[in-house]
């Protein structure tokens, strides 16, 4: 189940960043749009050098961007490209099942963070049972 809600999480960004009706929403900072010739795919950026994203984003000819607002718009300004040195599957991941569609990602370039672009705050301690 809480695989389940973290895929949804990772995969909400991805569907609203091709939004046609775009304003100018604020990106959430930690976000980091994995671009491809594919299919696009999101993560969050958890340290200056790991994305944490789903595992079936592995995609061919993949780029990660930080700091943008709206994909589609490529004179965006502060916005980070980078490449990726490997990735890392969960050990248990299948493709045939949502269940531990996790992946790590390491930057071949630790991030510059910035007002823009920044690690996300994620929680020290483990949430209590039967919490939401």
């Known amino acids: 189940m809480k695989f389940s809600l973290?895929?949804?999480?990772?995969s909400l960004p991805a569907s609203l960043a091709f939004n046609p009706d775009f304003v100018g929403d604020v990106t959430p900072p930690y976000l980091?749009?994995?671009?491809?010739?594919?299919?696009?795919?999101t993560g969050v950026l958890i340290h200056p050098l790991w994305v944490l994203t789903a595992a079936h984003c592995n995609l061919l000819k993949l780029q990660m961007m930080l700091g943008v607002t709206?994909?589609?718009?490529t004179s965006e300004e502060n916005v980070q490209v980078v490449g990726y040195e490997k990735m890392i599957h969960h050990s248990q991941y299948l493709?045939?099942?949502?269940?531990?569609?996790l992946m790590l990602i390491k930057l071949n370039k630790v991030i510059e963070l910035n007002d823009y672009v920044k690690v996300v705050n994620l929680p020290r301690q483990a949430a209590p049972v039967n919490k939401m």
């Open 95 to 101: 493709i045939s099942s949502m269940e531990y569609d």
């Open 32 to 41: 980091v749009y994995l671009k491809s010739d594919y299919l696009p795919c």
């Open 70 to 73: 709206n994909p589609s718009n």
């Open 6 to 10: 973290l895929w949804a999480f990772l």
